[in-house]
């Protein structure tokens, strides 16, 4: 009893396993055809819609005429649910895991850091404190002036030993002085000019680590206003000390000057600050070269000597200027109707009974040579899938710029002439704008361009090139054409672009031949490799004048042929 027992119970633990992996296989099946099902029932539901309204155009477009003749409403829906993209399609299981997260969790989170407390403490707080040294650094050559006339350092200008004759020269501005103040004013405009152009601006990136350069000229700034301040106040302070010893007097004039060789240190720093972050880098020394992944899309930039970080955000702005726009949905070549059927009937039969020891090495071999044939007709295939799709894109691209002429042609921009059927640019490009519409629904599907494109932005767009009397291929330009990365509107929304740098050596330093760094964004990767560039060497010749003398030969036939 106890044997049956247990083959009773290893029996029913192998059906249930058993039945366990058929359950699995049924519900895997049961997915892919509901799958398979859902889509047909989609384009079975979309063809019997369009059946049943003949007259609708495919994107609903109506039209609303009054009593009076004239156009009161036009209503322009395009682009819309496509379940036809089988690229896109997505599918959901009941398979989840403990690590899974959900999109509205994902949505949530802040893009790239850049809310984070200490991203807006480094782009904020080093500007700030170099805005208020830079001011009180401006402003002392000014203070030093105005601070005897104010009363202050009383013990040097109010001596009682001094007689009121003494103490009214000691505080007088001859002309000469006067001069000096003139002199001071004018370096002080000068010295404010400068800072407005090269340190009141938006910094263009904010940087991992300190840029040298930049913390150099402002150290420079603060120890020469410590150092000023510190001899002004000591020479101010020890004049009685002067006045008793019967060495030289300081005088307003004196504390005039002294401000003046205060300013033309600054200007002096200010000119170092030119040379260091502006000029320096700009003879190009190496060439760049960056390549985006996944799409293999590559620029070359001359550039000079800067560091790596900065070399980072001098790719970043020519990557956002002069690549195009990068489109996941294209990493793979849509898949026509034909393609897509001939991928659908492609099934493999396998013979369920028995067969012997030779049949089965003779179908594994068969299996492995098919494979192999395969594998090496694939890269003709991805020939022509991709011969395929450009020939889509152009045709689709000609019908697209045909329709956008035609539509153009129906309006007429008019001038004061009285008539009831006057539109502004908005109505007028609701009006032209079903005309074109499919076609351009059809190229943007098959560019995959309609995450980027809404209806509103279209017509928005449709209504300035009317207004502006635009080409219909200035119109079509967005649509296209995909340069820059900017032309995106969702790359210029966001006023903040987060890259993480990837780079072996110190950020701080400067680039060198053989260098390399990396920067991400979410799927995209820009690799940048670093090369100097060569010395050119340039030697004159001279060509002999003599030689620049030509005589004309004629061959046999060609004297002949004359000659007849």
Known sequence: MEEDSVMSEISIRSITT??????????SERIGSHRDRSTRHSHRSSRRNHMKNPDMAPFQTSVNIGEDGAQELIEVQILPQDQTWGENTTVVTGNTSDQSISMEDISTWPIGGEQKMGFTCSRYMERIFSLLLCLVAFVSPLTMVILPK?????????????????????????????GLLVSLAARMLLLALGLWALYFRAPVATMPRIFLFRSIVILLVLISTFAYWLFYIVQITEGTKAIVEGSEIVNYKTVVSYAISFADTLLFIHYIGVVLLEIKHLQPTFYIKVIRSPDGESRSFSIGQLSIQRAAVYVLQKYYAEFPIFNPYLERLPVSKSQRKAAMSSFKYYEVDGINNSQQQSQSRAVLAAHARRRDSSHNERFYDEHEYERRVKKRRARLVTAAEEAFTHIKRVQNEPTNNILDPHEAAQAVFPSMARALQKYLRVTRQQPRHT???????????LKNDLSPKAFLEPYTCETPVLQSEKERDRSIQSWSLICEELLSRPISTGCSFQLIQNDVSLTVFVHRLPHFNIAEEV????????????????SNSCHH
């Open 543 to 558: 060509v002999d004048p003599k030689c620049n003398k030509f005589m004309l030969k004629l061959n046999s036939e060609t």
């Open 150 to 178: 104010l009363g202050f350092f009383s013990s040097t200008f109010d001596n009682q030993d001094l007689t009121p004759l003494v103490r009214i020269q000691l505080l007088a501005c001859n002309a000469e002085c006067k």
């Open 18 to 27: 058993q039945n366990r992996r058929n359950k699995k296989e049924s519900s």
């Open 455 to 465: 209806v509103e932005s279209i017509l928005k767009h449709l209504a300035y090139c």
